[in-house]
């Protein structure tokens, strides 16, 4: 019994070292979406990190290993009746995830989805009855799935949505500007 124990705690930490392919899907739009971001940098005085995970903007779909996966827009709302959000408002973030692999995906919003706000807080999953479809679930080869998930959030410059898996390193992370939230 110890050594089928010990074969699982080594297959888990041989899972958890593994690293996420993460790239922008239309490669013809990369070098000016990099361009746009560093000259936002640049214009708060902020110095580029050469190092750092590539920022995606809304719009974009980003290759997360197996998975497609579209950042199509984020709404703002202040809440429904009975569902007031502790913080300002809420965020609705519409996606579409598609597996493009040839083996089941499994995708799960509260472990693989987060919002930070411009001060790096960290923001989970929320409650709302209004949004559509659903991210939780098997996304079979080929097929794809789109919903909407909502964020309880206070007010910031800008967000930042992020995509990973608990078992691989690697994050997708779109930067959400005001400009892009729709009411």
Known sequence: ??????????????????????????PSANSADASSQEQKQEQKGEEPVSNAPEIFVVGDTVKFDDLHI????VTEVEGAEFFTPSNDKYLLVDLTIENVGTESEHISTLMQMELMDADSYSYDIALYPDAKGSLDGEVAPGRKMRGEVAFDVPDSDYYE????????????????ERSDIGQ
């Open 1 to 26: 019994m110890k050594r089928i124990l010990a074969l699982i705690v080594v297959f888990m930490v041989i899972v958890g070292c593994s690293d996420s392919t993460i790239e922008k899907v239309d």
């Open 70 to 73: 579209t950042l199509h827009g």
């Open 161 to 176: 949505f992020i995509f990973s898996n608990p078992f691989t390193s690697g994050q997708a992370i779109w930067r959400i």
